[in-house]
C-alpha cells in the first residue's frame, strides 16, 4: 500500500486528541497535526468534542487553544483501557450472549 499508515479507529483519535491536550492545553494547529487537516478538525472538535463537552476553546488574539474537561478526562480513561471500552461496547443495544 505504497508505505501508507493503517486507517485509525474513531476510539484511537479521540484518545489521541485528549493526548495532545494532555493536562493543559493544545492549540489549533497542533490538534490538526493530530488529525490530518482542518476538514477532519472541524469535524471532530468543532461538530463532536465541544458540543458533547469534551473540549472547551479559548481564544486568544488570533490564536485559539482547546483544553480538556471533566468530561473529557473520563472519556480518556475510558479509551486508554480497552477493557472498559469493550464492555461499554457489548452493553451498547447488543444482544449479550
Known amino acids: ?3 501508507l499508515a493503517p486507517r485509525r ?6 484518545f489521541e486528541v485528549l493526548d495532545c491536550v494532555g493536562g493543559g492545553e493544545a492549540s489549533r494547529w497542533g490538534l490538526i497535526k493530530v488529525l490530518g487537516n482542518e476538514a477532519q478538525f472541524r469535524v471532530w472538535v468543532g461538530e463532536f468534542l465541544m458540543p458533547e ?7 486568544e488574539e488570533a490564536r485559539y487553544f482547546y483544553r480538556g474537561i471533566e468530561r ?3 472519556l480518556h480513561g475510558l479509551l486508554g483501557s480497552g477493557g472498559m ?3 461499554l461496547h457489548r452493553v451498547s443495544g447488543r444482544k449479550l450472549r
Open 53 to 59: 463537552g469534551v473540549l472547551v476553546e479559548r481564544r
Open 9 to 14: 479507529s474513531p476510539g484511537v483519535i479521540a
Open 1 to 3: 500500500m505504497c508505505g
Open 85 to 87: 471500552l469493550r464492555i
Open 72 to 74: 473529557g478526562w473520563l
